[in-house]
């Protein structure tokens, strides 16, 4: 028995092994030799071929060829290669393989958003750039979309202005089309036209289109002159439940900042211009520093007020996190995010939370809906930047020798001589600034498919936005400090506004052959404003502040009210004849409560081209050729310049010498006011080859604006100075150039790059009858700035600089000139040689002509390496920072520690071309000498990135694992001599003007996504 047994274990054993050996004899090929072609039967190069499950792969050879060691009967093969779709193939026991890759035409068939409504790439007829935002955030981390996208579309001009934490980028499209109203482009959320770029969560974002041309524009009527940004946020999606988390802590550094010379160095700079004003007056010398006092602060003494103003290290973080899941019929992504983001400047910062929910349903099949709620919320701190209380100016100017305060606890307001200076140190400590703003958005839509492609959509929009503004400046600050007085002011706004959309449209294919999408649009938008102001003077109690400005002796206060009403219609069409032939055709009809009857509705036409020649049959046979498309379009939109009531008469309040309450007129009404006008050709090509391995789009365009709005003189009758008008004509005519190419592509490594290339020049044609130049509107900037009919926006206005006087050359200057004062060109050749107003012409202009982006993309196996660079070219920069520490104008000279001053003109120096210490310097206010070209190359961001393999996340039981560390604006290149040339190119109008703007800073970040 116990034999038996034995002999049956035997057997049995033998059998296992014998079927284990049958397994493993059946799973093994051997080596499997193949070859990848394309539908043209030609061998594809460099494809990748990889064993799925394993680290086994290779690449195709110069044929197409490939060969694989020990690979499983039952294994399946990954053959990918960029142009073509991937393709997976099971071996089922061949030892060689053909395998036939086919076109990836999934960029061409993606579809775009292009306003009210969707169309294939393929069908696009106007310049449309399109970006997915996962792409752009995974290589630039950010909390703002709007720095993310800087650089990577052609033609859109984005520039980070500031690196207060509290401030958006700037965006133009096209150049400036206007004098007088906002430049901004409009913005389109989720078809919600309205909102602030800055406050929205970049991770709720799925893509991001510019319509950039007027044939796309158009649709927009009134509103499009501009350009038009349409974000598409992310939705729900099917199936399980899944979690996503990202988040990244980032230490922030200024810039190097400007050279200030120590505190001994000022105390003998001090001492050297009481000894020099003094001789040229024939007075003795004024010491304002003795020995022992100069030795001190050479051992440590006096104040570092440039350090002081800025933090050591600043800190962001944010947190977001998403959650999406559904089923066929209810999808649904809710997603949360707080950030809290410092500035490299004391006492500025943000504290923003969003949160968002969208859900859509399928209630039957003929009917859909959906809601999209979405909501922010931020706290802003600030500091004064800009205009004459400016902190970094006079953190710059403040003479290092002086303290902060006395002993009593008094903050020190002048400079050495006793002049007025101000401290900066009490715009940090003595100044509150606080900001809050909520905003929340509801869209609610149903979409009724009445026929086979024909469907009708509702939706309902509701904004509400508050803006509470809190400022408190004690009797240490430097207002209450000119004034005699603390003060606190206490500001909110509150807009709401109601937006109603109607959208039929219609797409159907007829014979393979005719392709049609149109468009019909009832748009009806319904805008509220409340704002109310309450000041108090005399404050009882500096602490309770701005939160109760009626505790002070003297209390003031102002209210607004406006609302404005606007009806649109729109039609649109796109046919495709043969996949060739293009047209798409659209017209919009808008009507405003802003303007007065007779000019409140007008009309915008569109009309574009596209011939896809590569669809003709005398290239459909060129395999290199991949795409090939030709564009042209014409179209005509509107800005919507004009305020609300600006063609009536506006009253205000003021109050008299005796402090009593009239009423004046504010304004004159002018009647007749209509939108501007903005008319656009473009032209453009789409190429592609080598399966779009290499693509480029090219665009040339021209517009001209008419009906630009004007400050212009205004009659005597009316005792006003001025009236608003139709009075400019403004053209803009430029390129753009986009470039993309996949030069390496194998199985470990991939090197993805992308140029864009940007020309623009912007003119003024014409304006009103005989005026030859418009001013700007706001303060000091009328001083350096003109709008000069033949000449780009914002030229910059002023005396020509040739250097100081010299001892010897006073014989041919100017009665009553001192040596070592400053010398201007005669350019209107006075017999006297005096130097007046007359003598003015162009210096310099901030508009650049050319900007560029180059975004490269290396990825190696789980690794991915970003690098992204800017540049900017052909502008000037008036450094009013360099021009207000050397003195600017008649006052008296404020001395600071600026080097600079070790470089002054002396008899011993006649050489320079910085005034000495005289009294009459001769100081004009916009000179040619602060003048200084502002070219830069930026390097954006380095990011790296990890991945974590597949086979670790199963174990893990998470989806994905990325970790990343990113350097943000570790590089600048320039030859511009203050800190952030790019700072400067805020405004279109006063672009390229430096006045202690909140400089840029450096990022270092280290952030973590994962998601399960």
């Not at 955030?137 to 996208?149: H, S, V, Y």
């Not at 140190?425 to 003595?430: S, W």
Request: proline share 2%.
């Amino acid at each position: 028995m116990k034999k038996s047994n034995l002999a049956t274990k035997r057997l049995w054993s033998l059998f296992v092994v014998c079927c284990l050996m049958t397994q493993i004899v059946w799973a093994q090929v051997g080596t499997i030799t193949g070859k990848v072609i394309d539908k043209a039967g030609e061998g594809v190069i460099g494809a990748s071929v990889l064993v799925v499950g394993t680290t086994m792969g290779t690449i195709t050879d110069v044929d197409g060829n490939f060969k694989l060691d020990n690979v499983r009967s039952d294994a399946t093969l990954k053959i990918s290669f960029v142009g073509y779709q991937t393709l997976e193939v099971k071996v089922a026991g061949k030892k060689s393989l053909t395998i036939t890759l086919q076109d990836d035409t999934q960029a061409l068939d993606e579809v775009v958003v292009v306003g009210y409504g969707v169309q294939c790439k393929s069908d696009l007829t106007g310049a449309v750039a399109s970006v997915k935002a996962d792409d752009i955030l995974k290589n630039t981390p950010t909390n703002n979309i709007e720095n993310a996208l800087q650089g990577r579309m052609a033609g859109v001009s984005i520039v980070s202005a500031s690196g207060d934490p509290t401030q958006g980028a700037t965006i133009r499209v096209r150049g400036a089309n206007s004098i007088k109203a906002d430049g901004g482009l409009l913005v389109v959320v989720d078809g919600f036209i309205g909102g602030t770029l800055s406050m929205l969560n970049p991770g709720d974002i799925e893509s991001v289109e510019v319509l950039k041309d007027a044939s796309a524009t158009a649709v927009y009527g009134s509103r499009g002159a501009n350009g038009v940004i349409l974000i598409t946020t992310k939705k729900g999606k099917s199936g399980k439940v899944n979690v996503n988390y990202n988040g990244y802590v980032n230490f922030k550094k200024p810039y190097t900042l400007p050279d200030v010379l120590s505190p001994g160095q000022m105390a003998d700079l001090a001492n050297d211009y009481g000894r020099e004003i003094n001789r040229n007056s024939g007075l003795d010398p004024q010491v304002f520093y003795d020995a022992d006092a100069v030795k001190g602060f050479y051992n440590g003494g006096g104040y570092d007020y440039l350090d002081a103003i800025f933090r050591d290290v600043a800190l962001e973080h944010t947190h977001e996190l998403s959650v999406t899941g559904g089923n066929e019929k209810t999808q649904f992504v809710f997603s949360g995010r707080y950030n809290y983001n410092e500035g490299t400047i004391e006492e500025s910062q943000r504290k923003l939370i969003n949160a968002r929910l969208k859900v859509d349903t399928e209630l039957l099949p003929w009917l859909k809906a959906g809601v999209n709620f979405n909501g922010s919320y931020s706290k802003d701190s600030g500091v004064n930047f800009g205009g004459w209380q400016n902190t970094l100016v006079d953190a710059l100017n403040f003479p290092n020798t002086v303290l902060p305060k006395d002993e009593d606890g008094t903050y020190h307001h002048k400079d050495i001589q006793g002049g007025r200076k101000f401290n900066p140190m009490a715009h940090i400590n003595e100044v509150d600034k606080d900001g809050y703003y909520y905003s929340s958005t509801i869209q609610g839509y149903v979409d009724v498919t009445i026929l086979k492609g024909l469907t009708l959509r509702t939706t309902q929009n509701f904004w509400f936005g508050n803006t509470s503004a809190l400022n408190t400046n004690t009797k240490g600050s430097l207002s209450g400090w000119n004034s005699g007085y603390n003060s606190a002011t206490f500001t909110s706004t509150q807009n709401y506004s109601w937006t109603n959309q109607n959208i039929l449209s219609y797409v159907k294919e007829f014979n393979k052959n005719h392709r049609i999408n149109a468009t019909a649009v009832i748009e009806q938008q319904y805008s509220n404003n409340m704002n109310n102001k309450s000041e108090g003077r005399e404050l009882i109690s500096e602490e309770i502040g701005a939160n109760n400005t009626s505790l002070a002796k003297k209390v003031y206060g102002s209210s607004g009210h406006t609302r404005s009403f606007m009806l649109s219609y729109m039609a649109r069409v796109n046919y495709v004849l043969m996949n060739r032939y293009m047209l798409t055709a659209s017209w919009r009809y808008d009507g405003s409560s802003n303007l007065s009857s007779e000019k409140r509705w007008e009309q915008f036409p569109s009309m574009a081209l596209a011939w896809n020649m590569k669809e003709e049959s005398f290239l459909r046979d060129v395999d290199f050729l991949s795409q090939l498309k030709l564009r042209a379009g014409y179209g005509e939109t509107g800005n919507q310049a004009v305020a609300a009531y600006s063609a009536w008469t506006e009253l205000e309040a003021t109050r008299d010498a005796n402090d009593n309450l009239t009423l004046t007129t504010k304004r004159i009404g002018t009647k007749g006011l209509r939108w501007e006008r903005t008319k656009q050709w473009n032209a453009g090509i789409d190429f592609g080859v080598f399966n779009n391995r290499l693509t480029f789009t090219v665009d040339v365009y021209d517009k001209l604006t008419k009906d630009a709005l004007l400050d212009v003189t205004a009659p005597l009758y009316t005792g006003f100075k001025t009236r608003l008008k139709n009075a400019a004509e403004i053209r803009n005519k430029g390129f753009e150039v986009t470039i993309g190419a996949d030069p390496v592509a194998t199985r470990d490594f991939r090197w993805n790059t992308n140029i864009t290339l940007s020309h623009n020049k912007g003119v003024i044609e014409s304006l009103d009858g005989d005026l030859e130049y418009a001013i700007i509107s706001g303060g000091y900037q009328n001083d350096y700035f003109r709008n000069i009919k033949g000449e780009k926006l914002g030229t910059m206005w002023g005396y020509v600089s040739d250097g100081v006087w010299k001892t010897s050359e006073l014989a041919d200057a100017p009665q009553g000139t001192e040596a070592g004062s400053y010398r201007y060109k005669n350019l209107d050749g006075s017999e006297d040689k005096q130097i007046t107003v007359e003598d003015q012409t162009i210096i310099g202009n901030g508009q650049p002509s050319f900007q560029w982006g180059w975004n490269n993309t290396f990825t190696y196996k789980n690794f991915d390496l970003s690098l992204f660079v800017i540049g900017v070219h052909g502008f000037d920069i008036y450094n009013y920072t360099r021009a207000a520490r050397l003195g600017v104008g008649d006052s008296p000279l404020e001395l600071g520690p600026n080097p600079e001053w070790l470089n002054r003109w002396t008899p011993e120096n006649e050489n320079s071309d910085i005034a000495g210490f005289i009294s009459k310097r001769n100081s004009k206010k916009s000179v040619s000498q602060y003048v200084e070209k502002g070219d830069f190359v930026k390097v954006k961001s380095i990011t790296l990135g990890y991945n974590l393999p597949e086979t670790i996340l199963k174990r893990m039981k998470i989806s994905t694992l990325r970790i990343y560390a990113s350097i943000q604006n570790p590089f600048l290149f320039t030859g511009y001599s203050g800190i952030d040339p790019e700072v400067t190119l805020k405004s279109p109008l006063t672009s390229g003007i430096d006045y202690g703007y909140y400089p840029n800073g450096r990022n270092y970040l280290i952030g973590l996504n994962f998601g399960f």
